[in-house]
C-alpha cells in the first residue's frame, strides 16, 4: 500500500492525516509540498496522526524529521499522534522519542499546540 494523506484545519491547526505505508520519501513529496505551502500562508502548528499508518521504515521516520524540522524554523510546532506500537518502539530505538512531541491521540496533542 502507497501513502495517501489528507489535510484538514482545526481551530488554526493543521491535522495530517497518514494513511499506508511511509517506506520511501519520494512518497512524500507532494505532502512535503503542501505543507511547505502552508507554511508560507502563514500556518505555522500541525498534528501529524498516524492512526492510519500501517508501517515505517528509516525513510518515513526522516520525513517526519522534515516536518517538524520545517514547522519549527518558521516560528512552529509539529505534534504526531495516535501512534502505533511499532512506530512507537522505532522512535524509542532511534532515541526520536527525546525530539518529537508526541500525544495519546488528536485531541492531546491539539492541546500541546494550543
Known amino acids: ?24 520519501k519520494h512518497q512524500a513529496t507532494d505532502l512535503i509540498t503542501n505543507v511547505n505551502e502552508l507554511l508560507e500562508a502563514g500556518n505555522h502548528k500541525f498534528v501529524i ?20 524540522t520545517k514547522t519549527r524554523t ?16 522505532l522512535l524509542i530505538i532511534t532515541k526520536l522519542n527525546t525530539l518529537f512531541k508526541v500525544a495519546e491521540n488528536k485531541e492531546a496533542a491539539m492541546k500541546l499546540l494550543s
Open 1 to 24: 500500500m502507497v501513502l495517501d494523506y489528507k489535510i484538514t484545519e482545526e481551530n488554526q491547526i493543521q491535522v495530517l492525516f497518514l494513511r499506508g505505508e511511509l517506506i520511501d
Open 49 to 68: 496522526d498516524l492512526s492510519e499508518l500501517k508501517y515505517m521504515n528509516s525513510s518515513g521516520l526522516n520525513v517526519l524529521i522534515q516536518l517538524l
Open 74 to 89: 518558521n516560528g512552529g510546532d509539529s505534534v504526531i499522534c495516535n501512534v502505533s506500537k511499532k512506530v512507537n518502539d
